[in-house]
């Protein structure tokens, strides 16, 4: 049976198709179950996120759309949802007029706590399998993430 989107002549087993098979394959699974476990908690895995990095300290909506690598408009809606659930507060940055800055509630820390106990329990027995081989792929996940490409040249 053929598979839809597979040539007869790809490999699925030579990179970078098999990096990009397992890479979906694990979000897949963890995201799937972090999300079911994070909606227990009024969270999907996005704000979850989010919210782990604005309990982390405050911040700028500009900022965390930048370190989360994600458009404006969809951290925007991200905040927008966290505010609504009364996780966060978005405040004048007293240091510049036209800056918001994020901070966590204690509601929002609580909340943040609990599912945090929540999605741990689910990642851990995956995580733990890996042994000492998880610190390396960490690291190796976070160099990619972190890639610059190079800039699309502009075609005349």
């Known amino acids: 049976m053929d598979t839809p989107g597979v040539t007869p002549d790809s490999d699925l087993h030579a990179q970078p198709l098999r ?3 397992a890479y979906w394959g694990v979000w897949q699974s ?3 179950r972090a999300n079911a476990d994070l909606a227990a908690h009024g969270l999907d895995l996005r704000s ?3 919210l782990s990095y604005v309990q982390g300290s405050p911040t700028s909506p500009g900022e965390l759309a930048r370190v989360l690598d994600v458009p404006r408009y969809e951290m925007t809606r991200i905040l927008d949802r966290l505010t609504a659930l009364g996780t ?3 405040e ?3 240091t510049s007029a036209r800056s918001r800055r994020l901070d966590v ?5 609580a909340q943040w706590e609990a599912a945090l106990q929540a999605v741990t329990a689910t990642v851990d027995p995956a995580l733990t399998s890996l042994g000492s081989r998880l610190e390396p792929l960490t ?7 972190a890639f610059s ?3 699309p040249q502009e075609t005349p």
């Open 19 to 21: 990096f990009l098979t």
């Open 30 to 32: 963890m995201s799937g």
């Open 48 to 50: 979850f996120i989010a």
């Open 88 to 90: 966060i507060t978005r």
């Open 92 to 94: 004048l940055d007293p």
């Open 105 to 109: 509630t204690p509601a929002g820390r």
């Open 139 to 145: 690291a190796s996940l976070e160099h990619l993430a």
């Open 149 to 151: 490409y190079p800039a």
